[in-house]
């Protein structure tokens, strides 16, 4: 069974940057959708960009796009995902998951199988 865990999250700067990543094992991530999702403080979690890996697809949501890269690639420890957020503002603070869903899966959170524990990102003087 595919298996994630997030990683790279922090405090960071307004305009700083960080690089999330999202590692599997128990499967390879190129067999689902990957999603990157954000929980904000007092909000509902949404996802911010998909990556459909054999397509080679990327997608953003508009907050995001232009500021935040997702991007693959395999090694031999296995299948990462990655998300670099630059430019980053305060409204990006949150927890960060990493998710996986089958084919056809796009930004409901309901779609999604398969789920990360989640990094915290913090925006903020």
């Known amino acids: 069974q595919l298996q994630l865990a997030e990683s790279g999250g922090g405090l960071v700067h307004p305009g700083g940057s960080l690089r999330l990543s999202c590692t599997a094992s128990?499967?390879?991530?190129?067999?689902?959708?990957i999603a990157w999702f954000r929980q904000a403080p007092g909000k509902e979690r949404e996802a911010i960009s998909l990556?459909?890996?054999?397509?080679?697809?990327?997608?953003?949501r508009d907050s995001v796009r232009g500021r935040f890269t997702i991007s693959s690639f395999r090694d031999g420890a296995g299948d990462t995902v990655d998300l670099q957020m630059d430019s980053l503002i305060p409204e990006d603070t949150g927890v960060y998951y990493c998710?996986?869903?089958?084919?056809?899966?796009?930004?409901?959170?309901?779609?999604?199988?398969?789920w990360g524990q989640g990094t915290q990102v913090t925006v903020s003087t």
């Open positions: 990556i459909i890996i054999r397509e080679g697809g990327t997608y953003y």
């Open positions: 998710a996986g869903g089958p084919w056809g899966s796009s930004w409901n959170e309901k779609q999604y199988t398969f």
């Open positions: 128990g499967g390879f991530l190129d067999d689902y959708v």
